[in-house]
């Protein structure tokens, strides 16, 4: 396989201080995987298992404890333009007009107003969504806010892009949408992506491959191919009758329904 | 929708109308049925006589002149301070920590009480006044300035730190705006605070501003000056506070319309 590993995790492990003073929390334990160039992988686990830790970990945001990641063959030890996420909030600037959100990140890193404009154009062009340049965060809904915040993802071209549950605050139909949106895009543009997700299907539908992790200290206890066509087309991918063996599979892994509930809150 | 609101808003105004018609015609007559003597109230259009023979003989426009001026420099000062110190510490926790106790130690003394040594410092200059409302005007802003930079998503200082933004860009492009709405609310309390900072100080000492005119005209028992007086300061603080609210206009446009909210 010559294909480029673009994200890698090595024996990484993350402790928090803990509420006592002197105690530790181990939010992950030696977790190494890899993702190789335009792949998918979906993250999926029980709440406070320490997805998010990664996502900040592979940013640059946080230092882990041991091990290291590292963004095409880069050491990560700080943020770096390989690299960009998207959370489940859209973390719009409420100040900034749409077009001046996307081109947030590109204004952050000093290129040219004129450049910077025609890539935001040409994002929310492609995402329907120019007419609405000059609206403010406010007068747009939630599913048009994710769309720009994607925009925003993409517009300092990352080669590999972080995404945390970024559809789980907008209904379900929206979500479907975005899915599609999100799928055909990271297709057409050849990003590699971690899927951070509890939605089980999301995971099925729009992922290459699913990691699943434990219960904290997090570690990847599985990892699932999905052996499924239609990657760039969620909803294509549906109509498929191996996804509903997919999930049970996921389900199964995860134990859910086999034991009570985590404690909600736990989560660092 | 609109429609709606309009009508809300007609309705408002005409009420508000409405009631400054009762206000004036309860002023004018109304003392007058309870056999109030006019050396406690003045009915209105006594008030308003004084008003122009002030205007004529006793520089009223002057000294609302000179009142206004201390104001405007006392609040833009103090605000400049407040904002730069709160700015300051919701940057640095541990200088927080450290001056705290000292902050809220100034913050519960009346500031008013210090106008008397400020005279004493300063003579019956226009300083002694300006300080006052310096010292009044700061806590507000710099609490809410503090408090706005404490509030900020910690998301989206990582949003812009992900994006390898440095210190400065993290804190003009994202901190700096976020704090507007409550820096707003606090320049709003302290374009109020403002005048009475400015006033106390004039009634000290001095022989100018409208607080000279306050103590001038009680000194000499003349009622009606007294509300003149106040009623020029009460000008001045509105006009201090429309300024305010037409700049957070401005600057906070991006905002949801929150409906007809008056002032």
């Known amino acids: 396989m010559s294909t480029p590993i673009r994200l890698e995790y090595r024996n990484v492990t993350m402790r928090f201080a803990g509420k006592s003073s002197g105690s530790e929390i181990t939010a992950i334990q030696n977790v190494s995987f890899a993702l190789r160039d335009a792949e998918v992988v979906a993250l999926i686990g029980p709440s406070g298992c320490g997805k998010s830790t990664l996502l900040n970990i592979g940013s640059g945001l946080y230092r882990p404890s041991q091990g290291e990641a590292y963004v095409d063959g880069e050491r990560v030890t700080a943020p770096n333009a390989h690299v960009a996420f ?27 107003p004129a450049e910077r404009l025609a890539r935001a154009y040409e994002l929310l062009t492609s995402f329907g969504l120019a007419e609405f340049a000059r609206y403010y965060p406010h007068q747009l809904s939630g599913g048009m806010r994710q769309r720009v915040a994607l925009a925003r993802t993409l517009a300092v071209d990352p080669t590999v892009l972080l995404l945390d549950e970024p559809f789980s605050a907008v209904d379900a139909q929206t979500r479907i949408v975005l899915q599609r949106d999100l799928a055909g895009t990271l297709k057409r543009a050849g990003k590699t992506a971690l899927l951070i997700t509890h939605d089980l ?24 191919a999905i052996e499924l066509p239609n990657r760039d087309d969620p909803i294509g991918r549906r109509q498929h009758a191996g996804v509903g063996d997919y999930v049970a599979a996921l389900m199964d892994r995860l134990e859910i329904g086999r034991q009570p509930l985590a404690e909600p809150g736990s989560a660092p | 929708m609109s429609g709606a609101r ?17 206000f004036l015609a309860a002023w004018e007559w109304g003392p007058g049925l309870l056999g109030i003597p006019p050396f406690i109230i003045p009915p209105v259009s006594a008030v308003a006589a004084e008003g122009v023979r002030m205007f004529n003989v006793t520089h009223l426009m002057f000294h609302t002149g000179v009142t206004f001026a201390e104001v405007i420099v006392g609040f833009a000062i103090g605000s400049l301070l407040g904002a730069i110190i709160g700015y300051l510490l919701g940057m640095s926790p541990s200088a927080e920590l450290a001056l705290s106790p000292y902050i809220l130690a100034l913050q519960i003394a009346p500031k008013v009480a210090f106008a008397p040594l400020f005279v004493l410092w300063m003579g019956f200059t226009v300083y002694p006044k300006i300080l006052v409302a310096v010292l009044i005007v700061f806590f ?38 976020a704090s507007m709405p409550a820096t707003f609310a606090g320049l709003r309390i302290a374009s109020t605070l403002a005048v009475v900072g400015v006033v106390v100080g004039e009634l000290v000492g001095g022989n100018l501003g409208l607080g000279f005119l306050l103590s001038f005209g009680e000194g000499q028992a003349n009622t009606a000056m007294v509300f003149v007086a106040i009623v020029m300061l009460t000008v001045v603080g509105g006009i201090a506070y429309l300024a305010v609210i037409l700049a957070e206009r401005r600057v906070l446009h991006y905002l949801p319309a929150r409906g007809y909210q008056g002032f």
């Open chain 2, 6 to 22: 309009n009508s809300t808003a007609r309705r408002g105004a005409i009420a508000s109308l409405a009631l400054l018609v009762l």
């Open chain 1, 86 to 112: 998207m959370l489940q909030k859209d973390l719009l600037l409420p100040w900034r007009s749409i077009i001046d959100n996307v081109t947030f990140g590109l204004e952050v890193q000093g290129r040219r």
């Open chain 1, 201 to 224: 299907n999301e995971a099925v539908l729009m992922s290459d491959r699913v990691l699943v992790m434990s219960q904290r200290p997090g570690h990847i206890i599985d990892e699932i």
């Open chain 2, 140 to 177: 507000p802003v710099m609490i809410n300035v503090l408090t706005a930079i404490r509030a900020v998503d910690p998301d989206l200082i990582n949003l812009a730190r992900s994006f390898k933004a440095t210190r400065a860009q993290i804190f003009w492009k994202v901190e700096f705006p």
